[in-house]
């Protein structure tokens, strides 16, 4: 059984730092793809970034380029999505999403992803 835990939301004032963390479980040996996607409300839901488990392979939406970066660890099966200089538009339900395989056709694509957690809520507010 595959599950997905995603933790590290709250608030933060623009220009501060978060670092979700995503606990993984179930997953095949490979370890699949990983990726964070957000919604803030009355907006689909976003891809920010994803990751490959071995061989290590990372992608970046728009919005989380050269401000977010997404890595993981092995050894504790978690995956991480740092951010920094946050923004109130980065303000979310931020996701973590998980898929069995290491080869998808968009790793952008919500649809593209089989598992999801329950989602942690991030602030960015003065």
């Known amino acids: 059984q595959v599950k997905l835990v995603e933790s590290g939301g709250g608030s933060v004032r623009p220009g501060g730092s978060l670092r979700l963390s995503c606990a993984v479980s179930?997953?095949?040996?490979?370890?699949?793809?990983i990726a964070w996607f957000r919604q803030s409300p009355g907006k689909e839901r976003e891809f920010v970034a994803a990751t490959t488990w071995r061989p290590t392979r990372t992608w970046y939406g728009d919005s989380a380029k050269g401000r977010f970066t997404i890595s993981r660890d092995n050894a504790k099966n978690a995956v991480y999505l740092q951010m920094n200089d946050l923004k109130s538009e980065d303000t979310a339900i931020y996701y973590c999403g998980g898929d069995s395989v290491i080869y998808l056709v968009d790793y952008g694509l919500e649809s593209s992803y089989d598992y999801w957690g329950q989602g942690t809520q991030v602030t960015v507010s003065a």
């Open positions: 179930g997953l095949t040996d490979s370890g699949g793809t």
